[in-house]
């Protein structure tokens, strides 16, 4: 096999002009996961983000906030880099277009471009997008923009222009003669007849502010901000340096393989970066991928909008494993997804709480208990179909999760990893392995034996497979079961079989704990406190001054470190759980899973609507003592108010309810501690 080459990918680098949120997270977490997997199937692995600092947007945030335009980038550019370092993002580097290195680059590109004539000075009178720093085709003074509605500027000033009107043909024959430039296809469409219906010139300098990089030879002019931006690609890794080693990076790493985007900055990636490369007469990066955007409330998360949400509130409940899940799981990767706390919580219990992590408790404890924690000898004699059929889906699995992966179909991807989870747990559930080893006699214990290890080999599959989505959870699976270091997993060479036997098991701990109905609302509450944080600091009542939007700071990382779901003894304190006895248990009309019971807690009776009924029969709870939640909020449910939660542990893939009860006798309304 040939030895694998180099990898180079790209975030976009965003703009200092708002505080990071989710939208950034998914880019970048997607760039994260692509490079983890190229390092771990033995590419030389470039991963570049950073921050877009320039222009006239930036410069009015600036003087909103009362501060120079490079404090300002200063500040904001450093949350970005500070939440990429909580979140443990694998980026080999952070550009920043306010850098020397990069100012350096992109003069050189400059200066290149006039030398091969592909820059003249003309003058300009037409309307600006200060919003998206895009020159419209629109008439009127103040007009709205035709991409995002704000008003539009007027701009009348001598400006250089570059010759996009000469890139028509070339563009086009890129598109035809590379069809995998530009993906998704529906991105590709759009592009082709973008450029088909006609290209014009396009200004590449401002005069009318200066906070940008000056024109070499001509500094009253700036650069015009997407050529700046688009040039980090490049300068980042050395190019206009003359440091050898620089210029070695960049021989090594240019062109990119993937410039990963949000869909609307296609036109400026697919055209504008493409022709400005041409002119320069350098390679041309090999594809750009636009993904579609995460929709929070039903419309674009956006800064503007006011409608984000903070990636730190997530880290703070459900930590950074559980929203990589999301973000990759629940988005068809290409089109727009929706964002809804309710749907993350779902997602961890169900795929990660239910899913994977009982895969891997139930498996390697049950190890531990009948095996003293070592992966035992599954012999051939105790082997029947049921076990083959997991080795065979679990091949299967291999080949189409590297498959679905390698097209970016993240979410296809995980599906398919989730197939196998949800096939072994089932195989556990039909196989009993806990009622064999009841049994004493060897035929149980060889099949016992052979079940336990079928089911340790597929998880040890999971795990290596979904590791670049959830690096942290699936590298301490890794070490329970016994595995040691995650990091030195042979990817390309993944195959069934490879479980060393008698390994003996690390630790044996849950990794994911099930998130409680509570955390939705603590999430709500985090981004409530975060959005008002914001709001004072916009009206000056808090210093340093901030941002004009309604983002939020990064929040204090929190010393308890709730990213491993531990919380205080305080915290716990704060549930009160109680000993209650059912008095009254019907079914609710019209719902299939709930039941109306009252239950007497010995200074009270509450009404509390459950969902047990597909476990319970009602009449047989009457009399039957339980655990209530007994300080919960009321809420409604089938327009009945629910005073109390009832505590049940949750079974299997489906979430059956067993009710906690106690073995001796307990008074009613004693309290748990
Ligand atoms: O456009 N859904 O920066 P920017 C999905 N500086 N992705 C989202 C998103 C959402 N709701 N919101 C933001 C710029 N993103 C320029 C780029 S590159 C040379 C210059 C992500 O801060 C997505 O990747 O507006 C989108 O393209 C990018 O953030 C826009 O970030």
């Keep these: ?44 692995t470039w991963f570049l983000t950073g921050t877009d600092e320039h222009g006239q947007k930036i410069e009015r945030a600036a003087v909103a906030a009362g501060c120079s335009p490079q404090e300002f980038a200063d500040r904001v550019s450093g949350e970005f880099r500070q939440l990429w370092e909580r979140m443990k993002l694998s980026y080999d580097d952070f550009i920043r277009t306010t850098e020397p290195r990069h100012i350096r680059g992109m003069q050189a590109l400059f200066k290149r471009l006039m030398e091969r004539g592909y820059i003249y000075k003309g003058s300009y009178s037409g309307q600006y997008c200060v919003f998206d720093e895009l020159y419209v085709d629109v008439t009127e003074p103040g007009a709205p923009c035709p991409e995002c509605g704000r008003p539009t500027e007027t701009v009348k000033e001598e400006n250089y222009f570059f010759k996009l009107s000469a890139m028509e043909g070339p563009l086009l024959k890129l598109y035809t003669e590379n069809p995998d430039f530009i993906r998704p296809e529906a991105r590709r469409n759009e592009v082709i007849s973008f450029v088909r219906s006609g290209l014009r010139d396009l200004s590449v300098s401002r005069t009318t502010f200066s906070w940008g990089i000056p024109v070499p030879g001509d500094e009253k002019h700036v650069i015009y901000v997407w050529l700046d931006a688009l040039a980090n690609y490049i300068t980042a890794i050395g190019y206009g340096s003359d440091d050898p080693k620089d210029k070695k990076k960049f021989e090594r790493y240019w062109p990119a393989d993937v410039h990963m985007i949000g869909k609307e900055i296609v ?57 990589r899940y999301f973000l990759l799981r629940e988005i068809v990767f290409g089109g727009d997804g929706s964002f809804s706390f309710d749907a993350l919580v779902q997602r961890f219990n169900a795929d ?43 091949a299967k699995t291999i080949a189409e999760f590297h498959a679905q992966f390698e097209q970016f179909q993240f979410s296809r991807a995980l599906e398919t990893a989730w197939g196998l989870v949800a096939a072994v747990n089932k195989y556990i559930v039909e196989h009993e392995p806990w009622a064999l080893a009841e049994k004493e006699d060897q035929d149980s214990r060889a099949r016992l034996a052979t079940i336990l290890h079928t089911s340790a080999e597929a998880l040890r599959i999971v795990t290596a497979l979904v590791h670049p989505v959830i690096p942290e959870s699936t590298a ?33 701990e849950a990794v994911f704990p099930r998130a409680d109905k509570g955390t939705i609302e603590r999430m709500q509450q985090m981004e409530q406190e975060r959005a008002g944080q914001a709001a004072a600091e916009t009206t000056g009542e808090s210093k340093p001054a901030a941002l004009p939007t309604a983002a939020a700071p990064v929040a204090p990382v929190a010393p308890a470190a709730p990213t491993n779901n531990t919380i205080t003894i305080d915290d716990f304190a704060k549930v009160e759980l109680r000993v209650g006895q059912v008095k009254v248990a019907e079914k609710v009309k019209g719902a299939d899973k709930l039941l109306r019971l009252e239950v007497d807690l010995g200074t009270e009776t509450r009404q509390v609507v459950a969902g047990i009924a597909k476990a319970y029969d009602p009449e047989k709870l009457i009399g ?31 979430g059956v309810p067993v009710l906690a009860g106690f073995l001796e006798d307990v008074p009613v309304g004693a309290r748990l501690k």
């Excluded at 924690?373 to 012999?379: L, M, N, R, T, V």
């Design 1 to 44: 096999m040939d030895k694998p080459g180099k990898y180079y990918i790209t975030t976009p680098i965003y703009y200092v002009n708002a505080r990071p949120h989710i939208g950034h997270t998914y880019t970048t977490v997607a760039c994260d996961t692509v490079a983890r997997r190229q390092r771990m199937m033995r590419y030389d």
């Design 267 to 323: 036109r400026f990636h697919c055209v504008y970066w493409p022709a400005f490369l041409m002119a320069a007469e350098l390679p041309l990066p090999k594809s750009i991928i636009a993904h579609g955007w995460l929709l929070f409330e039903e419309s674009k998360m956006s800064k503007s909008r006011g409608n984000i949400v903070r990636s730190e509130t997530i880290l703070d409940t459900l930590g950074a494993d559980t929203l």
């Design 352 to 394: 990660l709480a239910n899913g994977l992590g009982n895969l891997s408790s139930r498996t390697l404890s049950m190890i531990t208990r009948y095996f003293d924690g070592e992966i035992p000898y599954p012999s051939p004699g105790a082997r029947d179909a049921s076990d083959d059929a997991v080795a065979e889906l679990a």
């Design 476 to 508: 301490r699976i890794w070490e329970q079961l016994g595995l040691g270091d995650i990091s030195k997993l042979n990817l390309p060479g993944l195959a069934w079989g490879q479980l060393p036997l008698h390994t003996k098991l690390g630790k044996v």
């Design 624 to 654: 039957r003592k339980v655990v209530i939640v007994a300080n919960l909020a009321p809420r409604k449910l089938r327009g009945l108010e629910s005073q109390g939660m009832i505590v049940a542990a949750s079974l299997g893939d489906d």
